[in-house]
């Protein structure tokens, strides 16, 4: 194969979700000259391409934030450039609903200004419409990515990589260990309805005649390929289109805005880590806790996330996961899967890539206090034990 170009940076950080916009900031930040590499043409992932346009509460529904860093700076660069409030009192409530709490609604569109602006801001090289379609490793470690675009077929090498593609599709490439979740058939798209005045009832936020319009089948879907993934947007398109086909009003007073640029799959691939996040682990408290997060459906529960769910003891030592290819399974995974989890574990993804190049240690062999004590100094809270404090 001839290779068109070759580039070569300290850390290099696939995917350009929340997730891996959170970790090439925080790589950044370490003085690390970072690389952020994502297959669409605009950052969010399902955020903004989705069109999943909640930023799901930093708090546990009772008053107190969990969930600290660059996952509070990035909630409020959704509403930079466009609509969405995060309500008043949210720390006045008590067992609250999800409405009510540390959270807001954002224009996608808005928020990917805000997201390019917080990139420039922070010195990271993004490459748009950029596939990875090889890994090329060097004994224990990756050497580099191979990726296609515009200017052909090229290397981009590193010192680490990150992964925050969603689907572990790094570690997959590795041939390291993996497992699939269920995904059903989903489609939220943005709908313009005339003088239909916005009640809040779902999301909302976004003016009065511009609404979500979500539809959720129960189908069970496992895994992906090419063809599934055409499948599943020809799929989820035609439910639009049957919807707006059997619709009363006029093509002028209710139509699509936008629909989805990716498929809305939540649960795909998580990578086996050295310690898979479970149900059971709801309370647990974690030595190696790298922050916490709330359950965005119910009041109360505030989850510790340990770094070790971040990597796996049997793939590359320069390899860390970010986001939802984290390791967790089952209703772990709904708690690890949304933004304010792929903020966090992307912060502490990128914290981690930075301090294992200084010290020129593996991944797995982090010195974990002092990752902790990074991400302190960065605002991160670590444990429950200090939420009684505020």
């Known amino acids: 194969m001839n290779i068109d170009f070759d580039k070569k940076y300290d ?36 955020a903004t391409a989705g069109l999943v346009y909640v930023y799901l509460p930093l708090c546990d529904g009772n008053g107190r934030q969990v969930t600290f860093g660059i996952a509070e700076e990035l909630l409020h660069c959704s509403i930079k450039y466009g609509p969405g409030e995060v309500p008043a009192e949210w720390r006045k409530e008590r067992n609250a609903p999800e409405i009510k709490r540390y959270r807001c609604v954002f224009s996608p569109a808005a928020y990917i200004l805000a997201l390019d602006e917080f990139l420039e801001k922070n010195n990271i090289d993004v490459w748009f419409d950029t596939v990875v379609c090889g890994v090329e490793q060097d004994g224990s470690k990756i050497s580099s990515v191979t990726v296609c675009n515009k200017s052909g077929v090229g290397t981009v090498s590193a010192d680490a990589f990150i992964d925050a593609t969603g689907d572990a599709e790094l570690y997959r490439k590795c041939h390291v260990p993996c497992h699939c979740g269920s995904n059903m058939l989903a489609v939220w798209a943005l709908e313009f309805v005339r003088n239909r005045k916005d009640n809040g009832e779902f999301c909302g936020g976004l003016g009065d005649e511009v609404f979500i319009y979500p539809h959720n089948d129960n189908a069970n879907l496992q895994g992906i390929d090419g063809k599934k993934v055409s499948d599943y947007m020809l799929a989820s398109r035609r439910i639009l289109r049957e919807r707006y086909a059997g619709q009363q009003e006029s093509r002028y007073e209710r139509y699509p805005l936008f629909v989805p640029a990716m498929p809305q799959y939540r649960t795909i691939w998580s990578i086996d880590a050295a310690w898979v996040l479970k149900e059971k682990d709801a309370a647990a408290d974690f030595d190696d806790s790298i922050g916490m997060t709330g359950d965005w459906r119910n009041a109360g529960p505030v ?88």
């Not at 350009?16 to 950044?28: D, F, K, N, R, T």
């Not at 590359?316 to 899967?337: F, H, K, Q, V, Y």
């Not at 020129?360 to 009684?388: F, Y």
């Open 303 to 390: 989850w510790e996330i340990p770094f070790r769910s971040l990597y796996t003891q049997s793939g590359p030592e320069n390899l860390i996961a970010a986001g939802r290819c984290t390791g967790a399974d089952g209703d772990a995974w709904e708690i690890t899967r949304v933004i304010p989890s792929a903020a966090l574990t992307g912060q502490a993804a990128g914290m981690a890539a930075a301090l294992a190049l200084d010290s020129g240690s593996s991944i797995q062999k982090t010195d974990v206090a002092k990752l902790q004590k990074s991400l302190a100094d960065a605002g991160v809270l670590l444990r429950r034990s200090e939420l009684q404090h505020l």
């Open 11 to 46: 850390v290099a950080v696939v995917g350009g979700g929340i997730a891996g916009v959170a970790a090439a900031v925080q790589a950044a930040r370490c003085g690390k000259k970072t690389v952020l590499i994502e297959k669409t043409v605009y950052c969010g992932g399902l």
